[in-house]
T-cell receptor, first 113, second 113 residues
Framework: ETGVTQTPRHLVMGMTNKKSLKCEQH?????MYWYKQSAKKPLELMFV???????ENNSVPSRFSPECPNSSHLFLHLHTLQPEDSALYLC????????????FGQGSRLTVV | AQSVTQLGSHVSVSEGALVLLRCNYS??????LFWYVQYPNQGLQLLLK??????LVKGINGFEAEFKKSETSFHLTKPSAHMSDAAEYFC???????????FGTGTRLTIIP
């Protein structure tokens, strides 16, 4: 398997649920990213990890909790979400110290009910 | 600091007509520039990239873009639109020392039969 893989592709959860999104990359990259894409809004960069260390958190609410156990895997743990958190969540990876070219997964469509 | 401006959030062209999607960038150092395409409920796919080699860059699906430093532009073109080109297109910038991509707000391309 190659590229960036995200699971699940679709997720419906209640506001009191706890769920996780998973991202896996097979490109040998050292940087991984979570983006949020809401309807009629620009792409929002949420978190950046370089060599498993979080290097950027763009004021994301604590109900979103990222985890990066190694350079190939990235998780986004979700709990007590709000309906406005419904969006397409995109994972991406890139080569650290490269030109920044990012490779994206297919996204996880999250609906909070 | 770096930024990207995409003029026109929606562009419609007739099938077979020229496609022109505009992107202007701001960067304090020489930039790397990218165009990505996103089909509905999919991730972003790289169309082409400029990395300071040739100023006219050819990408996939017949698209090309020209880097014009004097105009700080990186417009995307395709000579003849096809129905399958209907999608959202994102311009992005990075540079050496700040490899994280900064995205524009996107342009939705509609093809009229």
């Amino acid at each position: 398997e190659t590229g960036v893989t995200q699971t699940p592709r679709h997720l419906v959860m209640g506001m009191t649920n706890k769920k996780s999104l998973k991202c896996e990359q097979h490109l040998g990259h050292n940087a991984m990213y979570w983006y949020k894409q809401s309807a009629k809004k620009p792409l929002e960069l949420m978190f950046v990890y370089n060599f498993k260390e979080q290097t950027e958190n763009n004021s994301v609410p604590s109900r979103f909790s990222p985890e990066c156990p190694n350079s190939s895997h990235l998780f986004l743990h979700l709990h007590t979400l709000q309906p406005e958190d419904s969006a397409l969540y995109l994972c991406a990876s890139s080569q650290d110290r490269g030109i920044g070219e990012a490779f994206f997964g297919q996204g996880s469509r999250l609906t909070v009910v | 600091a770096q930024s990207v401006t995409q003029l026109g959030s929606h562009v419609s062209v007739s099938e077979g007509a020229l496609v022109l999607l505009r992107c202007n960038y701001s960067s304090s150092v020489p930039p790397y520039l990218f165009w990505y395409v996103q089909y509905p409920n999919q991730g972003l796919q790289l169309l082409l990239k400029y990395t300071s080699a040739a100023t006219l860059v050819k990408g996939i699906n017949g698209f090309e873009a020209e880097f014009k430093k004097s105009e700080t532009s990186f417009h995307l073109t395709k000579p003849s639109a096809h129905m399958s080109d209907a999608a959202e297109y994102f311009c992005a910038v990075s540079n050496f020392g700040n490899e994280k991509l900064t995205f524009g707000t996107g342009t939705r391309l509609t093809i009229i039969p």
